[in-house]
C-alpha cells in the first residue's frame, strides 16, 4: 500500500505532462494551421486584387481592338466577299490593291478625287488648328495673368463663356462671316474659325499663375521686358503642357467633320473624315465596305504616329 500511496501521485504528475504536453502541442499545431489559412487568404486576397483588374482590362482592349480587327480584315478583302454571311474573320489578299485604288485612283463617289489629296488637306488643316490654337491660347493667357487692363476679369468671364455654346450654334454667323471675305474652300476658311480656344487660354491661364512670382521679380532686376521674359521663362516652362494639347488638339482638328462640310463645295478641298462620309453615304448603290474600311484604316494611321511620338511629353503634360 504504501508503495501504491509513492507511485500514484508520480503517475498523476507524468500524465498531467503529458496531457498539457499533447494539448500544447494541439494547441500550436492548431495556430500553425490558422496562420497558414491567414497567409493563403491574404495570398488569395492579393492574387485577385491584382487579377480583377487584370480580367477588366483584357475585356477593354479585346472590345477596343475586336473592331479595329475587323477593319482591317474587312479592307482586305473583295467587296462581293463582305455581302455574304458569315463574314470573314481572316485577312485576305485584297489590301494593297484596295489601298492602291483609294490612294491614287479615287472613287466615283469622291468625285474621282484621290484619297492622298484628302490625307494631305486633314494634315494641313490638324496642324495649323493645334498650331493657332496654342499660339493665340499662350498669347491670351499671357495677357490674362501678366498684364493690368481694365475689365480683365470680365473678358476671361466672356472668354470661359463661349465654352458653353455649341458649335451648332455658331456655325450660321461664322459661315456668313468666312463669305463675306471670300475665304469658302479655302485652307483659311477651313481653320481660322477654330483657332480660338477657350479651354486652352483656361489651362495656360491657371498654369501661368502657378509661375512664382520670384522669376517675375528675377527678369525684372535682369532688365527683361514682357516679350522677354515671355519667351525665355514661360516658354520653355510651358513646353510639356503645350505638348499635352498639341496631341489633343491635333486629333480634334484631323476629326473634323461638321465645318469642313459647311465650308467646302469643291472635292480637292474634301478632308479624310467627309472623303469617308461621301463612300458611305452613297443613296443609289450598295455602300463599297472595303473601301470604306480601308480609308477609316489609313485615316487611322497619322493621329495614332502623332499619339505615339508624342506619348512621353503628352503623360509628362499631363502630371
Not at 136 to 150: G, H, I, K, Q, T
Request: charged share 10%.
Amino acid at each position: 500500500m504504501s508503495l501504491i500511496k509513492k507511485s500514484l501521485p508520480v503517475n498523476i504528475s507524468a500524465v498531467l505532462a503529458t496531457t498539457s504536453r499533447f494539448f500544447v502541442r494541439r494547441c500550436s499545431y492548431a495556430v500553425l494551421q490558422c496562420s497558414k489559412i491567414k497567409v493563403l487568404g491574404l495570398k488569395l486576397t492579393k492574387c485577385l486584387q491584382t487579377l480583377i483588374p487584370h480580367i477588366f482590362l483584357s475585356l477593354f482592349v479585346i472590345m477596343l481592338f475586336l473592331p479595329l480587327y475587323l477593319a482591317l480584315v474587312a479592307a482586305t478583302h473583295e467587296g462581293s466577299a463582305l455581302m455574304h454571311t458569315p463574314l470573314p474573320l481572316w485577312p485576305g489578299t485584297e489590301f494593297f490593291k484596295n489601298m492602291k485604288t483609294v490612294l491614287t485612283s479615287g472613287l466615283a463617289v469622291t468625285g474621282g478625287e484621290p484619297i492622298l489629296n484628302m490625307l494631305w488637306n486633314s494634315l494641313i488643316m490638324a496642324l495649323l488648328i493645334a498650331g493657332g490654337k496654342i499660339v493665340l491660347a499662350l498669347c491670351s493667357a499671357f495677357a490674362l495673368v501678366y498684364f493690368d487692363f481694365p475689365f480683365k476679369k470680365y473678358c476671361f468671364a466672356l472668354i470661359f463663356s463661349t465654352m458653353m455654346l455649341p458649335v451648332e450654334v455658331r456655325i450660321v454667323p461664322t459661315f456668313q462671316v468666312i463669305a463675306s471675305f471670300g475665304w469658302l474652300n479655302s485652307y483659311s476658311g477651313l481653320t481660322l474659325p477654330l483657332m480660338a480656344s477657350a479651354t486652352a487660354t483656361f489651362l495656360f491661364r491657371q498654369f501661368f499663375k502657378t509661375v512664382p512670382s520670384e522669376l517675375v521679380d528675377a527678369a525684372k532686376l535682369d532688365g527683361a521686358g514682357p516679350l522677354r521674359f515671355f519667351w525665355d521663362i514661360l516658354l520653355p516652362l510651358s513646353r510639356t503642357q503645350m505638348a499635352a494639347l498639341f496631341v489633343i488638339l491635333f486629333v480634334y482638328g484631323w476629326n473634323q467633320y461638321l465645318w469642313p462640310l459647311v465650308i467646302t463645295t469643291e472635292p480637292d478641298m474634301a478632308t479624310i473624315v467627309m472623303g469617308i462620309r461621301y463612300v458611305v453615304g452613297v443613296a443609289d448603290q450598295v455602300p463599297q465596305w472595303h473601301y470604306i474600311m480601308t480609308m477609316a484604316i489609313i485615316a487611322l494611321v497619322p493621329p495614332c504616329m502623332v499619339v505615339m511620338l508624342m506619348q512621353y511629353w503628352f503623360e509628362k503634360g499631363l502630371k
